[in-house]
């Protein structure tokens, strides 16, 4: 019991030494939602959740991994902003990015069906 005691009395002078160092701003802040009701203690709050896909990747790992995975011929910046733009799509579950996802799929078996290569417009 006392042991509970002489800690709060420790940490009760800790939070007295820790408001005496603040500025004058912020001890009026201190002071406006109450000495007694601040917590300089208290535990910080959790990061922003990190959003991952299906396989439990970021957008830049699933980037990492695909530019790594399968290296383009010809590498331009608008490449790697599509890639990008696919990769954040796909995590936030953009309609957009599952219908060029999709549609890609239905055109590589399109090709497929009809014996034919993909050709870009480079």
Same mark, same amino acid.
């Given at each position: 019991?006392?042991?509970?005691?002489?800690?709060? *009395?420790? *940490?009760?002078? *800790? @939070?007295?030494a820790i408001?005496?160092?603040?500025s004058p701003r912020r001890k009026k802040f201190i002071d406006r939602i109450g000495f007694?009701?601040?917590d300089p203690f208290q535990e910080?709050?959790?990061?922003?959740?990190?959003?991952?896909?299906?396989?439990?990747?970021?957008?830049? *790992?699933?980037?990492?991994?695909?530019l790594h995975d399968c290296p383009p011929d010809e590498y331009s910046n608008a490449y790697g902003r599509g890639v990008l733009e696919m990769c954040l799509g796909i995590i936030n579950g953009d309609d957009k990015s599952r219908a060029m996802y999709e549609f890609s799929l239905w055109y590589k078996e399109l090709?497929?069906?009809?014996?034919?290569?993909? @050709?870009s417009g480079v």
């Open positions: 019991m006392s042991n509970i005691i002489h800690q709060e *009395q420790t *940490q009760d002078s *800790q @939070k007295a408001y005496e160092s603040l007694d009701k601040w910080p709050k959790n990061p922003i959740e990190i959003r991952t896909d299906t396989t439990r990747r970021t957008s830049k *790992q699933l980037m990492q991994k695909f090709l497929k069906k009809e014996n034919k290569e993909f @050709k």
